[in-house]
């Protein structure tokens, strides 16, 4: 077994600071899973007007050669707000070998959707759940252990903090999917 | 070519690099492996075993499994202890007792121990009166705990293995490993093995070699990563999962495609593959169950019939199995999608190879129970029943029938790829896929050059050739390859964006993937060039890792804005989410975890720990399980009747599979592995593989809730492809041309939005 540690006078079991620094670290991997996926969905959202400049007021593109693409679609069911360039401008442009796959003019699909409404939203905040869940099965489980004896009270913090963390993450999730969308209705707003 | 013919030049190039080097290490590791002796005998001279002996006793070794209980130099299972760490610990103490047990007699243990006796022009090697005695004591340790014990125990049967010369044979060949471990190479301050494993008291510690190599290691990672990145940065546009422009597009109802007569021979693969899974699941928590009770399973006598060593085998080989199949028949559903046609034949070929395979997975299972209990003639035993060398278990009859299975199924993949492959350039996405299944056979096959009798050192090079070229290079090719197709069937990517990442894959694993094939053989007994080419190159698989990470978060998006809102007609909902995981296990089981036991200066204390099992776990449950997972989904899709599909089902199974993996890598293996490496730092490595997590009962019953999930979530797939394979979707009629082929071999068509007129 592992030995004790001197901490202020107090013998704390190795096993027991063990037990913390996991849960700590589980904390932390659960909060920078669910922070990495969030960041690159955005990043990715970004990827699909890469270089096109988007007017908030006029609610509408620009293209690099200076060509405006406007709101064309807004569906509703897929989440989806379509801009599109008129095509005879696309056609005729220099880059269209590198911009629009066909003769219709480009179009920009710009998502409506939050994080939290797609599938792979959703996948990355369960696996974060799962591990504040672990979090909290070892605080919990280290804190029946180490109930009465010297060291407790760490668990015992452990415990509430990742009980407060679980809290705090299922009450950011909106219960129902569509709920954020409808709070965020225009693209500007992010 | 639908690409510039530069990417093709580049990744022969690369690929010729990779192997080049990987053939000069080849020839080393057979000029400067650790020798074996043609004779040990003692100071008088009296011979005590023979090289003959040794191999002999090496091949019972592996026949009766017991690289699937314990570990020799750090490789095989993790019940058992390590025979070479144990066998030196021990031999090192008995020694000091015998010299007054004072500082000077371990002075004198340590050089009497590192002293290469060994003549290879006589081919003797002489060992000393204290080496002698140990022998004979470590002998009945093991006879008492392994080959003879009394009772159930440990995993393992009593009087497993009863004639007192093949036992005598078997501690001869763990002795000469011991010895390899300690005694320095001709004129070098280190052993055959590098040191390992680290023994204080025969003066084992991590060499220089060690430690610089992973420094340099570390440098050639963040540099890497940071040129990588940056080139990324500045072309990702030209390789990436994204287009110029994203397109929208309608999916054809699963219900609307048709099926050839051998793609639907296909839905009773899926149910294999499904009981398979179950099946390795089940034998894999009888297998854990060890950790908490090494003498049964809730008080039955399972030793008796399924030992460790035996539910430990048939849990690695089953994984492969699954895998394979769904490989094998994902390869066989795409090939008619591809070409637009199939040709005659195929169903019977089909059927035949199914066949084959139930031949080879229950033949192989039943070989390896038959050899572990002892129940072949001596001279059978490897041929029909067991090789014994982990994830190379199988019997070697059973390993050509593989091997002829595959090469079966090359042939099936060739005449269905066959009318598109004439019309195609030879450096083209069909070709791509023609080529990249053609290793799998190939680098399957190398595994060949692997008996039992093979110089340990020698016999482990090639059997890594085996366990990372074919499952950690050759199978992520392919995997790459099959998403990428899938994806292009899907109309998700162009062809051409495709054919890029398949290159720039191809590339980035041949730079790092193929020479780090090495860091599996840093300790067992080969050359010590092996080390520093294996740190520096397996570093480097970290950056493709981490670029394809980024690129699967891309390539997630892709199937996610089809799945906002109009998830009902998105038929593929699943099997873009268990892709999905494929990524992210790609990130943290392979490259986190794998990372985290690569570098000289951690493999040194960590390997044979629970660490490794975590790693292997994650990464190969994670990307190559998940990857089976989406193939069998997305095949069985199509080939369900409407009525008979459940998304319920796949739903559960996704989310309990992957909850279930999390809760066991961070429930279990990666606490205890942690802890099991700092008990091999602090009390020393033999001392962390003596059953020593059974100071920690409560942390391994913390397996059984994941495992549990897990297990829950494989059972509904063997529900859904029963129901499936019962009934095969029939319509609408294609014989040899499939009205998919006709709409343009893809499985989808492309959509114009219909102008509206505002918002709604």
């Given at each position: 077994?592992?030995?004790?540690?001197?901490?202020w006078g107090?013998?704390?079991?190795?096993?027991l600071?063990?037990?913390?620094?996991?849960?700590?670290?589980l904390?932390?991997?659960?909060?920078?899973?669910?922070?990495?996926?969030?960041?690159?969905?955005?990043?990715a959202?970004?990827?699909?007007?890469d270089?096109f400049?988007?007017?908030?007021?006029?609610?509408?593109?620009?293209?690099?050669?200076?060509?405006?693409?406007?709101?064309?679609?807004h569906d509703?069911r897929?989440?989806?707000a379509i801009?599109?360039?008129?095509?005879?401008?696309?056609?005729a442009?220099?880059?269209k070998?590198f911009?629009?796959?066909?003769?219709?003019?480009?179009?920009?699909?710009?998502?409506?959707?939050e994080?939290?409404?797609?599938d792979?939203?959703r996948?990355?905040?369960?696996?974060?759940l799962t591990?504040?869940?672990?979090?909290?099965?070892f605080?919990?489980?280290?804190?029946?252990?180490?109930?009465?004896?010297?060291?407790?009270?760490?668990?015992?913090?452990?415990?509430?903090?990742?009980?407060?963390?679980?809290?705090?993450?299922?009450?950011?999730?909106p219960?129902?999917?569509?709920?954020a969308t409808?709070a965020s209705?225009?693209?500007?707003?992010? | 070519?639908?690409?510039?013919?530069?990417?093709?030049?580049?990744a022969?190039?690369?690929?010729?690099?990779?192997f080049?080097?990987?053939?000069f290490?080849?020839v080393?590791?057979?000029?400067?492996s650790?020798?074996?002796?043609d004779?040990?005998v003692d100071?008088?001279?009296?011979?005590?075993?023979t090289?003959?002996?040794?191999l002999?006793?090496?091949?019972l070794?592996?026949t009766?499994?017991?690289?699937?209980?314990?570990?020799v130099?750090?490789?095989?299972a993790?019940?058992?202890?390590?025979?070479?760490?144990d066998?030196?610990?021990?031999?090192?103490?008995?020694m000091a007792?015998?010299?007054?047990g004072?500082?000077?007699?371990?002075?004198r243990?340590?050089?009497?121990?590192?002293?290469?006796?060994?003549d290879?022009?006589?081919?003797?090697?002489?060992?000393?009166?204290?080496?002698?005695?140990?022998?004979?004591?470590?002998?009945e340790h093991?006879?008492?705990?392994?080959?003879?014990?009394?009772?159930s125990?440990v995993g393992?049967?009593?009087?497993m293995?009863?004639?007192?010369?093949?036992?005598?044979?078997?501690?001869?060949?763990?002795?000469?490993?011991?010895?390899t471990?300690?005694a320095?190479?001709?004129?070098l301050?280190?052993?055959y093995t590098?040191?390992?494993p680290?023994e204080?008291l025969v003066?084992?510690s991590?060499t220089?070699?060690?430690?610089?190599?992973?420094?340099?290691?570390?440098?050639?990672l963040?540099?890497?990563?940071?040129?990588?990145?940056g080139?990324?940065?500045?072309?990702?546009?030209?390789?990436?999962?994204?287009?110029?422009?994203?397109?929208?597009?309608?999916?054809?109802?699963?219900?609307?495609v048709?099926?050839?007569?051998?793609?639907r021979?296909?839905?009773?693969?899926?149910l294999?593959?499904?009981?398979l899974?179950l099946l390795?699941?089940?034998?894999?928590?009888?297998?854990?169950?060890?950790?908490?009770?090494?003498?049964?399973?809730?008080?039955?006598?399972?030793?008796?019939?399924?030992?460790?060593?035996?539910?430990?085998?048939?849990h690695?080989?089953?994984?492969?199995?699954?895998?394979a199949?769904?490989?094998l028949?994902?390869?066989i559903?795409?090939a008619?999608l591809?070409?637009?046609?199939e040709?005659?034949?195929?169903?019977?070929?089909?059927t035949a190879l199914?066949?084959?395979?139930?031949?080879?997975?229950?033949?192989?299972?039943?070989?390896?129970?038959?050899?572990?209990?002892g129940l072949?003639?001596?001279?059978?035993?490897?041929?029909l029943?067991?090789?014994?060398?982990e994830?190379?278990?199988?019997?070697?009859?059973?390993m050509?029938?593989l091997?002829?299975?595959?090469?079966?199924w090359?042939?099936?993949i060739?005449?269905?790829?066959?009318?598109?492959?004439?019309?195609?350039s030879?450096?083209?996405?069909?070709?791509?896929?023609?080529?990249s299944a053609l290793t799998?056979?190939?680098?399957y096959?190398?595994g060949?050059?692997?008996?039992?009798?093979?110089?340990?050192?020698?016999?482990?090079?090639?059997?890594?050739?085996?366990?990372?070229?074919?499952v950690?290079?050759?199978?992520?090719?392919?995997?790459?390859?099959?998403?990428?197709?899938?994806?292009?069937?899907?109309?998700?990517?162009?062809?051409?964006?495709?054919?890029?990442?398949?290159?720039?894959?191809?590339?980035?694993?041949?730079v790092?993937?193929?020479?780090?094939?090495?860091?599996?053989?840093?300790f067992?007994g080969?050359p010590?060039v092996?080390m520093?080419?294996?740190?520096?190159?397996?570093?480097?698989?970290?950056?493709?890792?981490t670029?394809?990470?980024?690129?699967?978060?891309?390539?997630?998006?892709?199937?996610?804005?089809?799945?906002?809102?109009?998830?009902?007609?998105?038929?593929?909902?699943?099997?873009?989410?268990?892709?999905?995981?494929?990524?992210?296990?790609?990130?943290?089981?392979?490259?986190v975890?794998?990372?985290l036991?690569?570098l000289?200066?951690?493999?040194?204390?960590?390997?044979?720990?629970?660490?490794?099992?975590?790693?292997?776990?994650?990464?190969?449950m994670?990307?190559?399980?998940?990857?089976?997972?989406?193939?069998?989904?997305?095949?069985?899709?199509y080939l369900?009747?409407p009525?008979?599909?459940?998304e319920?089902?796949?739903?559960?199974?996704?989310w309990?599979?992957?909850?279930?993996?999390?809760?066991m890598?961070?429930?279990?293996l990666?606490?205890?592995?942690?802890?099991?490496l700092?008990?091999?730092?602090t009390?020393?490595?033999?001392?962390?593989?003596?059953?020593w997590?059974?100071?920690y009962?409560?942390?391994?019953?913390?397996?059984?809730?994941?495992?549990?999930?897990?297990?829950?979530?494989?059972a509904p797939?063997?529900?859904?492809?029963?129901?499936?394979?019962?009934?095969t979707r029939?319509?609408?009629?294609?014989?040899d041309?499939?009205?998919?082929a006709?709409a343009g071999a893809?499985?989808?068509?492309?959509?114009s939005?219909?102008?509206?007129?505002?918002?709604?």
């Amino acid at each position: 077994m592992l030995p004790s540690l001197n901490v202020w006078g107090l013998s704390i079991d190795l096993t027991l600071v063990l037990i913390v620094s996991y849960v700590v670290v589980l904390w932390a991997g659960g909060w920078a899973l669910e922070a990495l996926a969030r960041t690159h969905f955005r990043r990715a959202q970004r990827h699909a007007h890469d270089g096109f400049a988007y007017d908030a007021e006029l609610d509408r593109y620009e293209c690099p050669q200076g060509e405006l693409l406007t709101l064309d679609t807004h569906d509703d069911r897929d989440k989806l707000a379509i801009y599109k360039a008129p095509a005879a401008s696309c056609n005729a442009c220099v880059l269209k070998a590198f911009c629009a796959p066909h003769d219709e003019g480009r179009r920009i699909y710009h998502s409506l959707a939050e994080f939290h409404e797609t599938d792979v939203g959703r996948f990355h905040r369960r696996l974060s759940l799962t591990i504040l869940g672990v979090a909290l099965a070892f605080a919990g489980g280290g804190l029946v252990a180490w109930w009465s004896r010297p060291g407790g009270w760490l668990l015992a913090i452990a415990f509430g903090v990742s009980i407060v963390l679980l809290w705090l993450d299922l009450r950011d999730a909106p219960r129902n999917p569509g709920e954020a969308t409808r709070a965020s209705e225009t693209p500007s707003q992010w | 070519m639908t690409v510039s013919s530069l990417w093709l030049q580049g990744a022969v190039l690369t690929f010729v690099f990779g192997f080049a080097v990987l053939t000069f290490s080849a020839v080393r590791i057979y000029q400067d492996s650790a020798p074996m002796p043609d004779q040990v005998v003692d100071e008088a001279g009296k011979v005590l075993f023979t090289r003959e002996q040794i191999l002999e006793g090496q091949e019972l070794f592996l026949t009766y499994g017991l690289m699937q209980f314990g570990t020799v130099y750090g490789h095989g299972a993790y019940l058992g202890p390590d025979f070479t760490a144990d066998y030196l610990h021990r031999e090192a103490l008995h020694m000091a007792g015998r010299y007054g047990g004072d500082e000077a007699g371990r002075q004198r243990v340590r050089k009497e121990l590192q002293e290469n006796r060994y003549d290879p022009k006589t081919g003797t090697l002489v060992w000393t009166a204290g080496q002698v005695s140990a022998f004979g004591e470590i002998h009945e340790h093991f006879g008492e705990l392994v080959y003879g014990r009394k009772v159930s125990g440990v995993g393992l049967k009593a009087s497993m293995i009863r004639d007192p010369e093949d036992t005598r044979k078997i501690t001869a060949f763990i002795a000469w490993t011991a010895w390899t471990a300690v005694a320095r190479r001709p004129g070098l301050a280190y052993s055959y093995t590098n040191n390992w494993p680290p023994e204080e008291l025969v003066g084992n510690s991590l060499t220089g070699d060690a430690v610089m190599w992973s420094a340099l290691s570390l440098v050639a990672l963040l540099g890497g990563i940071g040129i990588v990145l940056g080139l990324y940065g500045r072309y990702s546009h030209a390789v990436g999962w994204h287009e110029s422009e994203e397109q929208r597009i309608r999916f054809i109802p699963p219900a609307d495609v048709a099926l050839t007569p051998a793609q639907r021979v296909l839905s009773w693969y899926f149910l294999v593959v499904a009981a398979l899974f179950l099946l390795q699941n089940l034998i894999g928590g009888a297998t854990v169950h060890y950790m908490v009770e090494a003498s049964g399973f809730f008080g039955i006598d399972l030793p008796r019939w399924l030992p460790y060593n035996l539910t430990r085998t048939w849990h690695v080989q089953l994984a492969i199995f699954f895998v394979a199949t769904a490989y094998l028949a994902a390869g066989i559903f795409l090939a008619p999608l591809i070409s637009g046609r199939e040709p005659k034949g195929q169903r019977l070929l089909t059927t035949a190879l199914l066949v084959a395979l139930a031949v080879v997975v229950f033949g192989s299972l039943g070989g390896e129970y038959l050899s572990y209990h002892g129940l072949l003639p001596r001279g059978q035993r490897a041929f029909l029943g067991a090789q014994g060398w982990e994830y190379l278990d199988l019997g070697r009859f059973w390993m050509y029938l593989l091997i002829v299975g595959m090469v079966l199924w090359l042939v099936i993949i060739y005449r269905g790829l066959r009318p598109r492959l004439g019309t195609e350039s030879r450096g083209n996405l069909p070709w791509l896929f023609l080529y990249s299944a053609l290793t799998i056979p190939a680098f399957y096959a190398v595994g060949l050059l692997t008996n039992t009798r093979s110089t340990f050192a020698i016999g482990d090079f090639w059997r890594f050739w085996v366990v990372h070229l074919w499952v950690e290079d050759f199978l992520e090719l392919f995997t790459t390859m099959l998403v990428a197709l899938i994806f292009v069937l899907m109309g998700i990517v162009s062809e051409r964006f495709a054919t890029r990442l398949i290159y720039f894959d191809i590339l980035l694993y041949s730079v790092g993937g193929v020479v780090g094939t090495l860091h599996h053989c840093y300790f067992s007994g080969g050359p010590a060039v092996e080390m520093s080419l294996g740190a520096f190159f397996s570093a480097a698989e970290v950056i493709p890792l981490t670029l394809l990470t980024v690129e699967a978060w891309s390539f997630l998006q892709l199937g996610n804005r089809q799945q906002v809102g109009e998830a009902a007609t998105f038929p593929h909902r699943w099997a873009v989410l268990f892709l999905a995981s494929v990524g992210f296990w790609n990130f943290l089981g392979a490259g986190v975890f794998g990372f985290l036991i690569n570098l000289p200066v951690v493999s040194y204390y960590e390997i044979g720990t629970l660490l490794t099992s975590n790693h292997s776990h994650a990464a190969f449950m994670g990307v190559y399980g998940m990857l089976a997972l989406a193939l069998l989904v997305f095949c069985t899709r199509y080939l369900a009747r409407p009525e008979d599909w459940s998304e319920g089902l796949v739903r559960f199974s996704f989310w309990a599979t992957n909850i279930g993996l999390m809760l066991m890598i961070l429930g279990h293996l990666f606490p205890l592995g942690i802890l099991q490496l700092g008990d091999a730092v602090t009390n020393g490595y033999w001392h962390a593989r003596t059953e020593w997590f059974r100071n920690y009962p409560w942390l391994s019953w913390a397996r059984m809730p994941g495992d549990l999930v897990f297990m829950a979530g494989s059972a509904p797939l063997v529900w859904l492809t029963l129901k499936v394979a019962l009934r095969t979707r029939s319509g609408p009629a294609a014989a040899d041309r499939s009205a998919t082929a006709a709409a343009g071999a893809s499985l989808f068509t492309e959509v114009s939005p219909a102008p509206a007129a505002g918002r709604t």
